[in-house]
T-cell receptor, first 117, second 113 residues
Framework: GAVVSQHPSWVICKSGTSVKIECRSL??????MFWYRQFPKQSLMLMAT?????????EQGVEKDKFLINHASLTLSTLTVTSAHPEDSSFYIC?????????????FGPGTRLLVL | AQTVTQSQPEMSVQEAETVTLSCTYD???????LFWYKQPPSRQMILVIR??????QNATENRFSVNFQKAAKSFSLKISDSQLGDTAMYFC??????????FGAGTRLTVKP
């Protein structure tokens, strides 16, 4: 299957700092990527849809000024958690849409654990 | 809005036996996709199997197969000859064409030696 990478895999930061997470499609181009958040023992919750060359679409309740998404190329989307606070600590996962029509699916990155102290 | 329900928070099975995980969904759409993803302790989401709604034939991938009942909006996953490496969280997911994916709450499967 298609390979999606995320960097960093782990990040610990102080409250008030900003953290950038990168999501890359390694062997294919992804016009659409997705960002999810997962709390311990819970399911994945969609935060936003990232479209190459245009503004991201955020889910209801997700602060767009808090979670900045940039999808400047067909292989890279970034999520920046601005002025992070302890409640932002979570597991963040990106995915990339692959294929068209009947072959369409999503492949996921390995995730990024964020701990805000 | 589409909802996905997994009614079994936890399940266990003996190694080499068969287990079935349940999933139901609610949608008014006719064209869509259904997926089962596996999330082991590493937390990497791994695609197990996918099903197109327009196909009546149930999808199969080696030891994994689904029972897709479109009218009942049911999409269960059967794991045959369970292996220790199958221990993981399993998420059922629904996706409309060219749209985002919605997940169920997950089922934690433990394969016992």
């Amino acid at each position: 299957g298609a390979v999606v990478s995320q960097h960093p895999s782990w990040v610990i930061c102080k409250s008030g700092t900003s953290v950038k997470i990168e999501c890359r499609s390694l062997d294919f181009q992804a016009t659409t990527m997705f960002w999810y958040r997962q709390f311990p023992k819970q399911s994945l919750m969609l935060m936003a849809t990232s479209n190459e060359g245009s503004k991201a679409t955020y889910e209801q309740g997700v602060e767009k000024d808090k979670f900045l998404i940039n999808h400047a190329s067909l292989t890279l989307s970034t999520l920046t958690v601005t002025s992070a606070h302890p409640e932002d600590s979570s597991f963040y996962i990106c995915s990339a849409r692959v294929g068209r029509g009947n072959l369409e699916t999503q492949y996921f990155g390995p995730g990024t654990r964020l701990l805000v102290l | 809005a589409q909802t996905v329900t997994q009614s079994q928070p936890e399940m266990s099975v003996q190694e080499a036996e068969t287990v079935t995980l349940s999933c139901t969904y609610d949608t008014s759409e006719n064209n869509y996709y259904l997926f089962w993803y596996k999330q082991p302790p590493s937390r990497q989401m791994i695609l197990v199997i996918r099903q197109e709604a327009y196909k009546q034939q149930n999808a199969t991938e080696n030891r994994f197969s689904v029972n897709f009942q479109k009218a009942a909006k049911s999409f269960s996953l059967k794991i045959s000859d369970s292996q220790l490496g199958d221990t993981a969280m399993y998420f059922c997911a629904f996706m409309k064409r060219t749209n985002d994916m919605r997940f169920g709450a997950g089922t934690r499967l433990t394969v016992k030696p």
